[in-house]
């Protein structure tokens, strides 16, 4: 199986099924030819204990994918699993979502880390359905405010009413797998929203920083899937071709006048003391500096570059 396929099979796999490969992939025991846990379960359908002389040597590269795809699970584990968000590469969500104001963009992405596998009932972590009520209290908002969003989110087609409960658009938002899907939204991009870190950032920032908290859902059309660097082409996988966006152009993009105003509130957000936005700056002109996101917030790559990536924010 190359590269590709790896990668592909890896992502439509159910987390429960990820986490618990890389559990048990850490800690086994070969028992009369089969695996098992220290707990005695037994593991043969996750873990290969086949005769080695049967299978041909792993090659470099064959190697550094397998540590690639053990490396995401490990981060998509630790930040609590992901949601797949989609959206139109290079466009702005101004432009995507014409009827909502920055603050119900934030809410969006919270209400996003709340569906089931598959389903796309929001329901909370025990299964447990959420309903109307249950979504007001879980969004923290005024009354008015409530309802503003809450109409906005059903006249958009974003959440839909039906027997049994709420359901997101999967051409939002959506868990599962990812080929179930993605011949039916056609010409879109999607990366991973990791669900801990979107709701701890909610707790944090919603009230009147809530609208700081929007830019993290602003900015995703123009984050390459792979560095992470926001860009004007963000599909581009050859790192030469990558043409990183100027702060000044990220501004403008974004309604921002004065591109100084954008820093600051990219400086403010922060996720366990860390900065989520990153400035890299490498000409005199502060304007001229260049924006990286956390990939503990969001990550589309394959595990390959996220070390690279992470040091820049340690």
């Known amino acids: 199986m190359n590269k590709a396929a790896i990668e592909r099979e890896w992502k439509n796999l159910n987390p429960n099924t990820r986490r618990e490969y890389v559990e048990a992939s850490r800690n086994f025991e070969v028992i009369d030819g089969k695996a098992y846990t220290p707990d005695g379960r037994n593991v043969d359908h996750l873990i290969d204990v086949g005769p080695k002389v049967a299978k041909p040597a792993y090659s470099p590269k064959q ?72 979504l007001a209290k879980l969004l923290e908002t005024s009354r008015p405010t409530f309802n503003a969003f809450y109409k906005a989110m059903l006249a958009g087609g974003i959440l839909a009413e039906e027997e049994g409960g709420l359901y997101m658009n999967p051409a939002i938002f959506y868990r599962g797998n990812l080929k179930k899907v993605r011949k039916e939204l056609g010409d879109v991009q999607y990366t991973r929203l990791f669900r801990k870190t979107v709701r701890e ?114």
């Open 63 to 134: 190697k550094e994918s397998a540590e690639a795809i053990a490396e995401l699970a490990e981060h998509e584990q630790e930040h609590g699993g992901f949601v797949f968000a989609f959206f139109h590469a290079a466009k702005t969500m101004e432009e995507q979502f014409p009827d909502l104001t920055q603050s119900d963009l934030a809410r969006l992405m919270f209400v996003g880390t709340y569906i089931a596998w598959e389903t796309g009932q929001l329901k909370y972590d025990n299964g447990v359905p959420i309903d109307k009520k249950g």
């Open 201 to 314: 950032l909610y707790a944090k920032y919603n009230g009147r920083t809530i609208k700081q908290l929007a830019l993290i859902y602003a900015v995703l059309p123009f984050v390459n899937f792979n560095y992470n660097v926001v860009c004007f082409n963000p599909e581009e996988s050859n790192k030469d071709l990558v043409r990183p966006m100027k702060l000044e152009n990220l501004a403008a993009l974004l309604g921002y006048k004065d591109a100084q105003k954008l820093v600051t509130a990219l400086r403010k957000i922060k996720y366990n003391g860390k900065s989520v936005f990153g400035l890299v700056e490498t000409e005199k002109d502060k304007r001229a500096r260049k924006v990286v996101i956390s990939t503990s917030v969001i990550f589309a790559g394959d595990g390959k570059y996220l070390a690279a990536i992470d040091v820049l924010f340690n």
